[in-house]
């Protein structure tokens, strides 16, 4: 179980990622039809920084969905994760268990084999392939998700995401 912090910010325009902003574990650029954000997450408290005006903030707990005999973390997390890539039609049956079992859980997310990540909002239960450039090492990905949902925003809405560094 991890405490997550995620900020949203309207990205500025060019290829370069957040400048100024506060350090994250994950920093992506999501391209959406509300246009372009930059999404920050980081285990533990992300401090407010200078990377622009905040468009969402989002602070949750995460937990991995792999079986762990006795934890009951993934009772109470808002986002859930997988850690292995499988193939979309499992993941998908793997999501739609995971949303049943866990109906407080508002996002979660599984790697596919061949890229990209397999994605339900719990509030519709419908799955949906996503950021085909974010790689299986990532569940952090799942959080900026949860995030990119608190502030208004839906799954369907985006059309990429990817990997940032700043600069």
């Not at 401090?47 to 937990?63: K, L, R, Y």
Request: aromatic share 4%.
């Amino acid at each position: 179980m991890r405490f997550v912090s995620v900020r949203l910010r309207v990205s500025p325009q060019g290829p370069r990622g957040p400048r100024g902003a506060p350090a994250a574990d994950l920093s992506l650029r999501v391209r959406s039809i509300a246009g372009d954000h930059d999404v920050l997450a980081r285990v533990g408290l992300l401090a407010p920084g200078t990377g622009g005006p905040v468009a969402g903030a989002d602070e949750h707990v995460a937990a991995e969905a792999g079986p762990c005999p006795g934890v009951r973390w993934p009772v109470c997390a808002d986002v859930l994760h997988d850690r292995f890539p499988r193939p979309y039609a499992d993941a998908v049956r793997r999501l739609g268990d995971l949303t049943a079992a866990h109906p407080g859980c508002r996002l979660a997310a599984a790697p596919l084999t061949g890229g990209g990540w397999a994605v339900v909002d719990g509030t519709s239960r419908t799955v949906l392939p996503l950021a085909h450039r974010v790689p299986p090492d990532q569940p952090l990905l799942a959080s900026c998700l949860h995030a990119w949902l608190v502030a208004g925003h839906t799954l369907r809405d985006i059309h990429d995401i990817r990997v940032v560094h700043g600069g």
